[in-house]
């Protein structure tokens, strides 16, 4: 069964950081939520502090609004919006889904970045009001996926088809690893089940990097990947080459 944190009161949230300004989670400029607390333990996980559910600080939706209200002329004029990512943030869904529902109130784009290792039922009020979900597929390969994150891919992949079923917009995000996510059949397995959905605008390439590897080191953890290189840009061009034989829009992010 997948835990999820009921806050207090659906008002009360529990967050690791903000950014005002973001240009990566999401069209335009965006004012992303980094929500604390997630079930996954990726390798590569590059804010390894966001992993404890009673970690972070506590806020309201009101505080929020309050302070996103004062970057709304910069986020319409650049067509972005608020982004609510993680930690895991449909382990909150009752306060992310107040969150977006006021958002989208003042007129402001709505997007949720997850690894879609939920529980759908639970998700779905949160999926009402969000204009775009960024998907984290980290790997296709099961064996792969429960090795990079401890847990099991299955639950995204019903989340996947659950958000093609509704219509809804997705970007999918995939971390391209060299030695752990860049094998042909998993990027071409990953290339067929996205190929069978109708509602994916393009996929998103991210490069392995190890910028987050220090905070591993200052909290005690066993960072594995220390040798690992990050991609050069022929292996990042081929990834992107086996997602566009099969028609779906794939990018360098």
């Not at 835990?3 to 690791?16: C, D, K, L, Q, V």
Request: hydrophobic share 40%; net charge negative.
């Amino acid at each position: 069964m997948i835990h999820t944190i009921y806050p207090p009161a659906s008002t009360i949230g529990r967050i690791h950081s903000i950014e005002t300004c973001g240009t990566v989670d999401g069209p335009g400029l965006r004012y992303v939520i980094f929500m604390q607390g997630c079930a996954l333990r990726c390798l590569y996980c590059h804010n390894p502090d966001s992993r404890e559910t009673h970690a972070g600080r506590e806020v309201t939706v009101e505080e929020l609004i309050t302070d996103i209200v004062r970057y709304r002329s910069y986020m319409q004029a650049s067509g972005g919006g608020v982004t609510v990512s993680g930690g895991e943030p449909l382990l909150q869904p009752q306060f992310v889904a107040e969150l977006l529902h006021r958002c989208q109130a003042i007129g402001l784009h709505t997007a949720l970045d997850t690894s879609g290792y939920c529980d759908l039922e639970h998700a779905k009020s949160v999926l009402e009001v969000t204009d775009l979900v960024l998907l984290d597929i980290k790997s296709f390969d099961p064996e792969i996926y429960l090795k990079l994150t401890s847990v099991h891919l299955e639950p995204t992949l019903k989340l996947a088809q659950y958000l093609d079923s509704i219509h809804k917009p997705v970007w999918i995000r995939f971390v391209l690893v060299p030695g752990v996510t860049d094998a042909p059949h998993n990027i071409q397995g990953l290339a067929d089940f996205i190929a069978t959905l109708t509602n994916i605008d393009r996929v998103e390439i991210l490069p392995f990097h190890k910028m987050g590897e220090y905070k591993w080191q200052q909290l005690g953890y066993d960072y594995q990947l220390t040798n690992t290189p990050t991609p050069t840009p022929e292996q990042i061009q081929l990834a992107i080459q086996q997602f566009q034989t099969r028609g779906i829009p794939a990018i360098a992010a």
